[in-house]
């Protein structure tokens, strides 16, 4: 089965729980927790997602090179902006 989900305007974090429960097979008859579903789920204009300012200002991604000094900070803003 295929779904499609529209993120313009919602919140990120609802749109991943609902993907989510649609990878697990919630929304299917046959629901079992020790199964695998065969979904596939497609997430269209992510990039329209609503994000707050305060999760753009506060969330922040460490990456780490494996080298001396090698320790990377980002906030979610500066990716948004670097990756658009």
Known sequence: MKHTIDAQGKKIG???STA???LMGK???SFAKNT???TKVEIVNAGK???SANKKLKDVYVTYT???GGLNKESLGHLI???A
């Open 14 to 16: 609802r749109v991943a």
């Open 49 to 51: 997602a609503e994000v």
């Open 36 to 38: 695998v579903a065969e």
């Open 81 to 83: 902006a670097r990756k």
């Open 66 to 68: 494996g080298h001396r």
């Open 27 to 29: 929304d299917t008859p």
């Open 20 to 22: 989510a429960a649609l």
